[in-house]
């Protein structure tokens, strides 16, 4: 059964389009072994106005829905989801800006976002403040009308990129309670007193992720987003867009990633025979794509609930949780159905592979989205 309309059918094929002639497996591929942020790539969509998709059309947007975006995420993810990772990392930030901006400040971002002249990455962790992202020890000290900012932050994707504004958490209020005294600021990553140095990560190696050193950076009030003390709503906001979308990117993966292990399978002659015709094999494709399938569905009726307005942080979570983890399985499998073979970056899987181990941490553990989801339940 197809749950899209003719419409959303449409749209995520001419995503997917896109993303075999104009980008392609070879060249995400190419961005992920040299460290290379994928600038073509992201320009590309931006060509497309697809960055305009979540905007409001009073800002200059297309005023789309959030399960056209996940429908999207789900198609740019396919080769790979660091390469997805660059274009949600960026309309994150952008919808915060959209509802908790300035006139000025959307005037100011919002429609070179939208042009692809500027990216947006946000910086919420920090060294002792993960999972705990509350704890921020990174201060915003008030200087006249003016902040002067110290600290450190961690895991910030895309920070080092050119072009890139940091929706950076920082505490405002040392004395408040623990999520009262927190503040966002819009930080252009030149900003003098900012050291970003990128990562030698296991996965996430195009978009990069990095660590922040912030050394009495100086900061206008008027690029603080939102009110001060906001910092928590304004960054928890967020977390149901981009959990969707995170979700729908690990399916889109998930689900090449099965491809290619089909497609490979029928490939592979062992012992005079195709391995395909191997029944420990066929089982395993089969419960891949069943895994997958039931990952999409999840992702789906979350992205379903969300558009039209309905509470859905349970169903949000069950979506990343279980999305999260088949991406994990089916790249594991399919590590093992291409063999030695799935050990050379040319197969694509161990791309896949080390990107399947990222996405249970990022974004919210699987541990958290089990917390999430207990807390949803009654006897």
Not at 33 to 42: A, S, T
Not at 317 to 328: C, H, N, P, R
């Amino acid at each position: 059964m197809n749950f899209l309309t003719p419409e959303q059918t449409l749209w995520k094929e001419q995503v997917d389009k896109l993303m075999d002639k104009e980008i392609g497996r070879e060249y995400i591929r190419n961005c992920d072994i040299n460290r290379e942020y994928p600038y073509r790539g992201y320009d590309a969509i931006a060509k497309q106005d697809w960055l305009r998709l979540l905007i409001p059309e009073q800002y200059g947007g297309l005023g789309g829905t959030i399960f056209d975006y996940a429908l999207m995420c789900e198609a740019v993810a396919k080769y790979g989801f660091d390469f997805a990772t660059a274009i949600m990392v960026s309309t994150f930030t952008a919808m915060n800006i959209v509802k908790f901006g300035s006139d000025e400040q959307k005037e100011q971002y919002l429609e070179p976002f939208m042009k692809g002249e500027i990216r947006f990455s946000i910086s919420i962790s920090e060294p002792q403040a993960g999972s705990d992202a509350a704890s921020t020890r990174t201060r915003a000290i008030a200087d006249g009308d003016n902040f002067i900012l110290r600290g450190q932050k961690l895991w910030c994707s895309g920070a080092a990129a050119e072009n890139v504004v940091i929706a950076m958490l920082v505490r405002t209020e040392p004395d408040a309670k623990k999520r009262d005294g927190l503040s966002v600021f819009l930080i252009p990553n030149n900003t003098q007193g900012l050291d970003i140095r990128r990562l030698p990560t296991m996965a996430r190696r195009a978009t990069g992720t990095t660590e922040i050193f912030v050394d009495d950076a100086h900061v206008d009030a008027s690029q603080m987003l939102g009110k001060r003390g906001q910092g928590w709503p304004i960054i928890t906001d967020h977390l149901e867009l981009e959990r969707i979308a995170v979700s729908a990117g690990y399916v889109g993966n998930a689900q090449q990633a099965v491809d290619d292990a089909l497609k490979y399978s029928h490939e592979r002659i062992q012992f005079e025979t195709k391995i395909f015709d191997f029944q420990v094999i066929r089982h395993m494709l089969a419960d891949m794509q069943t895994q997958v399938d039931a990952a999409r569905l999840l992702v789906y009726r979350a992205a379903e609930l969300a558009s039209t307005g309905r509470p859905c942080s349970r169903e949000v979570s069950m979506a990343k949780l279980f999305a999260s983890e088949t991406l994990q399985t089916v790249t594991r499998n399919g590590m093992q159905i291409y063999g030695g073979h799935s050990m050379l970056p040319e197969s694509d899987m161990e791309r896949y592979f080390r990107e399947g181990m990222q996405s249970t941490i990022g974004g919210g553990t699987s541990q958290i989205q089990r917390t999430i989801i207990a807390k949803t339940m009654r006897a």
